[in-house]
């Protein structure tokens, strides 16, 4: 271990510089804040005044996760189980339970894990190497998401969608499209209560990615005919207050990629903003932000503007099966972390796909799927038009200058 030893003058310096950043940075979210309040009020008056104004709307998301029913009778039968290394090495002799467990065989312990088919076969690289293990998926009729298709019978079917079954959401409207979400909603760790998604939730308020919305040409927030509305991928983090609150308000740049940016065509109809479908739209990983950005095909929006000037939603779309299909690299590391059966979901993909149909075959190759949105004021600051700099821009020139 190194020491460190650093002079009294020294120390004492450091530490006056690091007050006088904490003093500025504070000074820029406050400034940020107040500028907020002081032209958009974040809350319904603001709106309205944006709003009589012609002005834009923006927003950060602060989440953004698979949306699906989780009530108790959603999964009678419990979440899918996944045998753990425990249980696996029960059925091993003693010798080969210990020599399994030593470090330089953790590979090999996790690709045995995976050896189920009825000849050793690895179920992940071949799974139609063994018979469908039926996952457990989504009871009943409720679930969340949209109307996607515009049919509310289980057996319609249009140019690009199968039949499927067509839920109905908490407020009673009937015709919701989420196959995706019907798939994930007994996967432990996956599961929108599942153990893993206050993790995705927090890595991405902590910068793994992020969203940003604009709603432009706005003349009421209640009812406007014609809008705009941008999604982008964020280029810099959330700003965050010492509680680890996203904070409202901040000035945040988009990524400058136009493959992740799309704009969309809408309407606000009764505080809820609506838009039409587009060809398709670009996500980071919301996961590990390890993979390449997925499409969503044919999404739209649906967000409701509230009073306090958040607003919360749905994003839904279709997105191909593939993406969940694990690769023949996957082992059981990977189920033990996610409750995710490569095995069972490869068969789920395929039997609840619905959408785009193959005109030949009649089978479908992507699932319905439906994003909740949770997401508060921001001003979106476009480097390549506006050359104001962000909060984060201010924030790193501050550190900057106090490091000098």
């Known amino acids: 271990m190194k020491t460190i030893i650093v002079a009294m ?61 989780q009530g108790e009778t959603a999964c009678p039968k419990g979440v899918w189980p ?4 425990k249980e696996f090495l029960a059925t091993k002799p003693p010798a080969e339970q210990q020599r399994l467990l030593q470090a330089e065989n953790r590979k090999e312990l996790f690709r045995r894990m995976i050896e189920r088919g009825p000849n050793g076969e690895n179920v992940c690289a071949e799974p139609l190497s063994a018979p469908d293990p039926q996952m457990y998926t989504l009871a009943g009729d409720r679930n969340d998401g949209l109307d996607l298709d515009g049919k509310t019978k289980d057996s319609a079917i249009t140019d690009y969608t199968c039949p499927h079954k067509q839920y109905t959401d908490s407020q009673g409207r009937k015709g919701i499209d989420n196959q995706l979400g019907r798939v994930l909603a007994c996967v432990n760790g996956l599961r929108e209560k599942g153990t893993l998604v206050p993790y995705f939730t927090q890595a991405m308020r902590n910068g793994m990615w992020s969203m940003l919305i604009e709603i432009s040409d706005v003349d009421n927030v209640k009812n406007d005919s014609s809008v705009r509305v941008d999604i982008y991928a964020g280029n810099e983090n959330m700003v965050k207050n010492p509680s680890g609150e996203v904070m409202a308000g901040a000035s945040l740049s988009p990524k400058i990629d136009p ?40 999404p739209r929006l649906e967000l409701k503007l509230l009073e306090d000037g958040t607003a919360t939603g749905f994003l839904g779309g279709y997105i191909s099966q593939n993406q969940y299909i694990a690769p023949s690299s996957a082992d059981a590391e990977g189920e033990l972390f996610t409750g995710l059966d490569c095995h069972a979901m490869y068969y789920a993909v395929h039997t609840y796909a619905d959408g785009d149909r193959d005109p030949v075959t009649g089978k479908c190759s992507t699932l319905s799927t439906a994003f909740r949105i949770e997401a508060v004021p921001a001003f979106i600051v476009r480097p390549d038009l506006t050359p104001i700099p962000t909060f984060s821009q201010r924030a790193k020139t501050l550190e900057s200058a106090a490091a000098q």
């Not at 996944?82 to 290394?85: A, D, G, R, V």
Request: glycine share 4%; proline share 2%; charged share 20%.
């Open 9 to 69: 003058s020294d120390f004492l310096l450091l530490s006056v510089r690091k007050f006088l950043l904490v003093a500025s940075l504070t000074t820029v979210a406050s400034t940020a804040i107040f500028a907020t309040a002081a032209s958009t009020d974040v809350a319904a008056a603001g709106l309205k005044r944006t709003a009589a104004e012609g002005k834009k709307l923006g927003f950060v998301v602060t989440y953004f996760y698979y949306a699906m029913e």
């Open 82 to 85: 996944i045998t753990s290394t």
């Open 259 to 298: 493959h992740l940016h799309r704009q969309f065509a809408g309407r606000i109809v009764n505080g809820v903003l609506e838009t039409d479908v587009i060809a398709d739209l670009f996500v980071p990983d919301i996961m590990t932000n390890r993979r390449p950005a997925f499409k969503i095909e044919r």
